[in-house]
């Protein structure tokens, strides 16, 4: 009964096809731009956790100054012993990187280019999660010596060299000459929208000796072991720096400590409340998708009055013709909601390109909405369907 | 009266309320025997189609009561009264009253799926039904492409293919020409000597009411007279 409920409704949606289309847009609508959005901010959060993720796992970073990017003056500088100091005294560590920079004009035959150039020890790039695409790191006799070798971000090497291969060639910093000896693997933009890979790394010693002029680190990065005991180390780390800055009890820090978990939670936390808001505008639409299939439903019941007076005649129960009038609003409902999984597909992949961010389809998310879409048939077809089944059979066969 | 099939005694029936009250029916007695052949006649206004909606269960009485064999009708809820149209009863009207853009075929299959006959035994029975009103062959046509009298052979097979015990029929040849209405007329006739189908029919054509076998004349909300053919 309900298969032959569910051919007659078919039927009926197809006699009327422009009008069932009309009707079921609102749905389609609806549908697709809740899922959308969802898929977007989905692939907006694996975006920022990703970005969060290429600057290393379980990183702590140590500025001097309060505020980000704001260090006032007269806090002073860490220094090398100091990050020494954390990777002999704090448990948990896995490994510290101080690193210092400065932006200059970097020179390569006849093209030139600003950016940041860090000077780093080894661990930086176990530290910051940097890979290579060819060439290799410095080692530690390099680091040591402070020798004049440098590796190139992906930025730097395309705007200095091109598609050609910059190892082995020298480029000049300033008055001095740097052997290039490996090229960084692509990070893409950080969290914050800088590209992570305009930038070239060269052993702390030469950077601070030969670009700098003195033995400051501008901060210290720091990777634990474990997630757990993120919070335990931040708290030992902050202990040890007061200590060896000596602060007294009453002053405030004069440096501090970043938590890249932190600000990856706060950025996603932030795209959730963007996408639960989006949603929940977008599902208003899909509500009035439902109004718009309870008025084409009001209207059908009307023009087939005399039908549902036929259909009660010969032996149909209030039930039967309830049903028929509900099932044609579901499936009319339901196709829209597939329909508009099909739209938000295609939508959401186009988007998410050129946004930059991976799409990440959500079965989840699909089956909610299609569900929701289901229910909506079921919600605002359930009136017409009652006034077809509550229709006086002697009235409706008269009915022209 | 213990063999009739179908009785009213002493039904009334009052439409509206207050001033705007009309008594359509006012105080009917009548038997109607297993396998008879009634016609009702009467002028217009003269209560015939208000007792046909009764006797057919879509209408209920004011007052007074409807057996259908020992079955009080009128304690019967909406539901029963359907499913008593859906196993005993059969329409046929003046209008023929088939869903448009649909086959002969599912038109006639239509009762037999509100009964929820197996799809194959529905189109056996169905193509049955169309074959016993000599429209064998026309299945597959809609009752655009089919003339008034073929459309009411499509309407009577609707009727009998549940094969009831009672045909109702309201004008069932108000719509036709006099040469296709003696075809439906012989088909009637035919159903209700061969099937022993009770037939109860609404006509104001005296050529028409000739057919049956008892006519019941009707006038202001009364049976006015019977005669026995």
Partial sequence: MIWNTFLLALRAIRRNLLRSFLTILGVVIGVASVITMVTLGDGATRAVSDQIASLGNNLLTLRPGQRLGMGFIGAPAFKVSDAEAIAEQIPGVRAVAPIASRSTTVVAGANNWTTSITGATVSYFDVGNWKLTEGRFFNESEERAGKSVCLLGQT????????????????????FACEVIGVLAAKGQSAMGADQDDTIVMPLRAVQRRLIGNTDVRAIMVSVKDTESMEKVKRQIEQLMRERRRLADNEDNNFTIFDTRQIADTLTGTI????????????????????????????????????????????????DVLLQFLIEAVVLSAFGGLVGILVALGAAMGLAKLMQVPFLFNPGINLLAFLFAGAIGVIFGFVPARRAARLNPIDALRHE | MSEALLRLQGVTKIYGRGSAAFQALRGVDLSIAAGEFVAVMGPSGSGKSTVMNILGCLDVPTDGHYWFEDLAVERLT?????????????????GFNLLPRTTAQENVELPLL???????????????????????????HTPAELSGGQQQRVAIARAIVTRPRVLLADEPTGNLDSQTSHEIMELITGLNRDKGITVVMVTHEP???????????????????????
């Fill in chain 1, 272 to 319: 959730r409340v963007m996408t639960t808001l989006l949603g929940a505008v977008a599902a208003v639409s899909l509500l009035v998708g439902g109004i718009g299939i309870m008025n084409i439903m009001l209207v059908s019941v009307t023009e087939r009055t005399r039908e549902i007076g036929i259909r009660l005649a010969i032996g149909a129960l209030e039930r």
């Fill in chain 2, 207 to 229: 050529d028409i009411a000739a057919w049956a076998q008892r006519v019941v004349h009707f006038r202001d909300g009364r049976v006015e007279r019977e005669e026995r053919q």
């Fill in chain 2, 114 to 140: 509100y009964r929820r006959e197996p799809a194959a035994r529905r189109h056996g029975l169905a193509r049955e039904a169309l074959a016993a009103v000599g429209l064998a062959g026309w299945e597959h």
């Fill in chain 2, 78 to 94: 909406r539901d029963q009264r359907a499913l008593l149209r859906r196993n005993q009863l059969g329409f046929v009207f003046q």
């Fill in chain 1, 156 to 175: 730097v090497k395309r705007e200095l060299f091109g598609a050609q291969s910059p190892v082995g060639e020298e480029i000049r910093v300033k008055q």
